[in-house]
């Protein structure tokens, strides 16, 4: 089994949790979540809003004392600077030569869009559904209908809850997967692993639970089981060997991605990624 999805943030340093927690629009919530309770638990103090300072009402005092006078004096010599004072202001617009007209301005070049890249990971909300009603689909009818019937549709309704949760991490997964495998992994590979480890800690959240299934729903949920740990593990190991694609020569990963292969195609028949059928593992004996 892989480590803890909570084992992985108290691995990582302050910065690099502090770099999720100001990036929200990178990752999902929940990763960001946990990276500002890990920053909690460590004492770390998160930054706040700034406050605006405190606005301090003065009320329109009477003039000093010693401040000036409104006498009939002070409002002539007043009135005699006015005149003054826009009198110049006459004389000296009439000196001026007149404005010299100035070419009009060029127009601005329009902005250049320069192409970035991007660490979203497509969603499959429609290909999740689909593979979910796949899966339920080929659980035999006997036991459908009995785990419909029984408390309500209790058992049923789990059954759904943990295939949606599987399929959405798995399909994170196969995409990053098959990029490495095509040459195009990005430079922001590593964080996009780390959104889809998150999506499998929704599922490790409701796999710690155990649950009354029939026969089938017993077996597909320990399959789900085994495929969930051996992708985290993949997805925790396959960022350190994309140089030089290291991770097509690691067998411990091939062992993995093949037996990943072959719980799958009970699941579901194909990909709801790529669309092609998973394959079976072939075991050869010499005799």
């Not at 110049?88 to 100035?102: A, D, H, S, W």
């Not at 799958?264 to 990909?271: E, F, I, K």
Request: proline share 8%; aromatic share 8%; with cysteine.
């Amino acid at each position: 089994m892989a480590d803890s999805i909570d084992d992985f943030y108290h691995q990582k340093t302050d910065s690099e949790l502090q770099f999720f927690v100001d990036h929200p629009e990178l990752y999902q919530p929940s990763l960001i979540d946990s990276a500002r309770r890990e920053l909690r638990r460590r004492g770390v103090a998160l930054a706040a809003p700034a406050e605006l300072p405190a606005l301090t009402y003065v009320s329109p005092d009477q003039s000093p004392a010693g401040g000036l006078r409104t006498g009939p004096l002070a409002l002539g010599l007043a009135a005699v600077l006015v005149v003054g004072l826009g009198s110049f202001y006459v004389v000296k617009q009439k000196k001026q030569p007149p404005p010299v007209p100035t070419a009009p301005a060029k127009p601005k070049a329009p902005p250049r869009l320069e192409e970035v890249e991007m660490s979203a990971i497509p969603t499959y909300d429609g290909v999740v559904d689909q593979a979910v009603a796949q899966q339920v689909q080929r659980l035999p009818a006997a036991e459908r209908a009995a785990a419909k019937a029984k408390a309500n549709g209790m058992a049923l309704r789990q059954y759904r809850e943990l295939a949606k949760r599987f399929w959405a991490a798995e399909c994170q997964t196969e995409y990053l997967t098959n990029q490495a495998h095509a040459g195009k992994a990005g430079a922001m590979f590593a964080d996009q692993a780390l959104v889809a480890r998150a999506t499998w800690s929704n599922w490790n959240k409701a796999a710690v639970y155990t649950y009354k299934f029939g026969p089938a729903m017993q077996e597909d949920f320990q399959r789900m089981q085994e495929v969930a740990s051996s992708q985290q593990h993949v997805l925790e190991r396959m960022p350190d060997l994309l140089p030089q694609r290291q991770f097509l020569t690691d067998k411990e990963l091939n062992a993995r991605g093949a037996e990943v292969q072959d719980w799958l195609r009970v699941l579901c028949p194909a990909s709801p990624v790529t669309g092609k059928a998973y394959k079976a593992t072939v075991i050869k004996m010499q005799m």
